[in-house]
């Protein structure tokens, strides 16, 4: 269908048409007044008059002022608008002076050629201010007539601020209008952005939600740590005011602020932590213009490393999985956002090497993730030899098949429950994280391990299974009072994922991240309760279960004894004494649990990892039952 042409901008072009020669007849008048030489010098303004009139539309129309939303015009319409202008009157000078050089006019009056530019600036920009004006008053009468409107404070004077208040402003029909702004820099006490003052600082909330009649608030600080978005939640909640906010700096990478992104306060809000300088020029110079290929791209984290990685223009962009669905999902999601990118979607298992090798000769990839592993811990302590298989098996394929076609940079996904692992997940990722680190020894090649805690919200965690709780009404299951874990938002941890693999030197190097101090699982419940409305042990009940097999109250990132360096990130250390362990060993000990379990001996399995693994203690760990996995 035919769009129809904007009726709005021929106004604007008619206008622009009648104020040229306005504004050449005013420069006359500024320059020579009504005297005698105005009168001399008509032909010349004559002239300009109509080389204007041709010209300086062409140019206005090739710089975009006929194609322009006048009524959302801002600096960066005041900029287009200098420059078009200054071009058009610049083409109009040099014309003028070929027609007297040619003797078709008598004179060249340069000062009315820079008048006339000036006058035009004016009248050119004053035009599209009055759209503006005229927008900006009819919203404030859609706003006296539309009846009850709801009253906003918004927490963050800054630039997501600012955009958020611009965009309640712009579309009076959402009925939200904005009371004024909270931070916690007093030198913006008393200013006004976009005509909404900043009220008081963030310690002043409760005042300011008394006073001034506040009916929502909105969180617009995306580099808020989780203390401050605790804390504004809080506080509207025990007034009954309802709360959103703006997702985490982490979930906007590649995305852009707007009020469309505005949520309802999440368990990742409360526990987010200030982030850090991001260098995203060495992610940049990693991924550009690679092929990139990543194992278990159906998964959580899988699924958010293709997304992150198809903003820095990779080549090609593989996803392999061993689950159809979930890599169809992966791949509607990033077409819908990168149009552009090159996407093979592949069907594989990593335990299948002779599928690996084809798809490495078809594709030849230059950067691996490797996120594909079997992940709970209470489920693969009776499914051994599936744990065993993909996370072992599926890795030294990986890794045998990356060394034969010579990728440049693998990057391995492990986890907290490798180190001193009582649980059969944990002792496949150690033996997995060994395989890389040997790999990279033994042929000086760039794999690295990326060793982290939980991330929440991914799939079979604790936060998607108390939501289901909570919303059958509970009770909320808990193993035990004192259990704790690390914790990290997807977004968080898959750019420091990217960030890790920037960092390889070319050796062999495992990478830890900074996962801040440990949460109380019963803390987490208790917040979780609190977001959906509810108390704790009044409406939802806690009752604690027992700790299940394989689980340790608390996890560890790296061995006692070992020494770990600063990185060029923060958040990012690099463990110096990786792994001592005996190459033909490991070789030994892997054939030998693969063979295991195909025979389906347990026994064996365990203890081969108790002897080989350091702090393994697997074999006290207690035979589990179908009730404690849930």
């Known amino acids: ?83 078009a202008v200054t071009i058009a009157s610049a083409v109009v000078a040099l014309i003028m002076l070929f027609l007297f050089t040619q003797g078709w006019v008598d004179a060249y009056l340069r000062s009315v050629l820079v008048i006339d530019w000036l006058v035009s600036l004016m009248l050119v920009g004053g035009l599209r201010l009055t759209f503006r004006l005229y927008a900006e008053a009819r919203s404030q009468l859609i706003y006296a007539r539309t009846g009850r409107v709801r009253r906003v404070l918004i927490v963050g004077a800054g630039d997501a601020g600012a955009l958020v208040v611009r965009e309640l402003q712009k579309n009076p029909q959402l009925n939200l209008f904005p009371v004024g702004f909270l931070d916690d820099n007093p030198t913006k006490l008393k200013q006004e952005i976009h005509g909404v003052r900043v009220l008081g600082l963030l310690n002043e909330l409760t005042r300011i939600l008394e006073r001034h009649r506040v009916d929502e608030v909105i969180i617009a600080i995306p580099s808020a740590p989780g203390r401050v978005v605790r804390l504004v939640a809080d506080i509207a909640r025990l007034k009954g005011i309802p709360f959103r906010t703006m997702p985490g700096i982490y979930e906007l990478l590649g995305g852009r602020v707007s009020v469309s992104r505005l949520r309802e306060v999440d368990i990742t809000d409360l526990l987010r932590r200030q982030p850090t300088r991001i260098q995203d020029e060495l992610i940049g110079a990693t991924l550009a213009g690679k092929i990139v290929l990543v194992t278990g791209a159906g998964g959580s984290i899988g699924r958010e490393l293709c997304r992150q990685i198809a903003r820095w223009d990779p080549a090609e962009l593989i996803m392999l999985g061993h689950g159809e669905n979930s890599i169809f999902e992966g791949l509607l999601e990033l077409k819908e956002d990168f149009s552009n990118l090159k996407i093979h979607p592949i069907i ?49 394929n990986l890794v045998d098949v990356s060394v034969k076609y010579a990728i440049e940079r693998l990057v391995m996904i492990s986890s907290d429950k490798a180190i001193r692992p009582a649980n059969v997940m944990g002792a496949t990722k150690r033996i997995a994280e060994m395989l890389v680190i040997d790999a990279a020894r033994k042929f000086s090649r760039s794999f690295s391990v990326v060793r982290f805690g939980n991330v929440l919200g991914s799939r079979g965690s604790v936060v998607p299974i108390f939501k289901q709780q909570i919303a059958r009404g509970g009770p909320l299951t808990i193993t035990h009072p004192d259990m704790q874990r690390y914790f990290m938002t997807i977004p968080e941890a898959v750019y420091l994922v990217l960030q890790a693999a920037s960092l390889g030197n070319g050796g062999a190097e495992t990478f830890v991240l900074n996962m801040g101090q440990q949460v109380r699982i019963l803390d987490l419940a208790k917040d979780l309760i609190r977001l959906s409305g509810l108390e704790p042990g009044k409406d939802i009940d806690i009752v604690f279960t027992g700790i299940r097999p394989g689980e340790k109250i608390s996890e560890d990132l790296w061995d006692e004894g070992y020494q770990f360096s600063a990185t060029n990130h923060p958040d990012i250390f690099r463990l110096d004494n990786t792994e001592p362990f005996n190459p033909e060993r490991l070789v030994e000990l892997v054939d030998k649990v693969v063979e295991c379990a195909r025979l389906g001996n ?29």
């Open 1 to 83: 269908m035919k769009s129809k042409p904007n009726i709005r901008n021929r106004y604007i072009l008619l206008g622009d048409v009648l104020l040229m020669g306005f504004s050449v007849l005013g420069a006359m008048v500024l320059r020579f007044e009504l005297g005698g030489l105005f009168y001399q010098y008509l032909p010349f303004a004559y002239w300009m008059v109509g080389v204007s009139m041709v010209v300086k539309p062409v140019v206005y129309w090739m710089f975009g002022l006929y194609r322009r939303m006048w009524m959302y015009a801002s600096i960066e319409e005041l900029k287009l608008i200098s420059t």
């Open 348 to 396: 594989a298992d990593v335990r299948d090497e002779v599928r690996l090798g084809v798809i490495f000769s078809d594709h030849r990839p230059q950067v691996v993730f490797h996120t594909a592993a079997h992940k709970h811990v209470s489920l693969m302590e009776i499914n051994v030899e599936e744990a065993v298989t993909n996370n072992i098996l599926g890795t030294k």
């Open 602 to 630: 347990v026994d064996k399995i365990i203890l081969l990892f108790d002897e080989f693994i350091p702090g393994a203690v697997l074999r006290s760990t207690p035979s589990p039952e179908i009730t404690t996995i849930i």
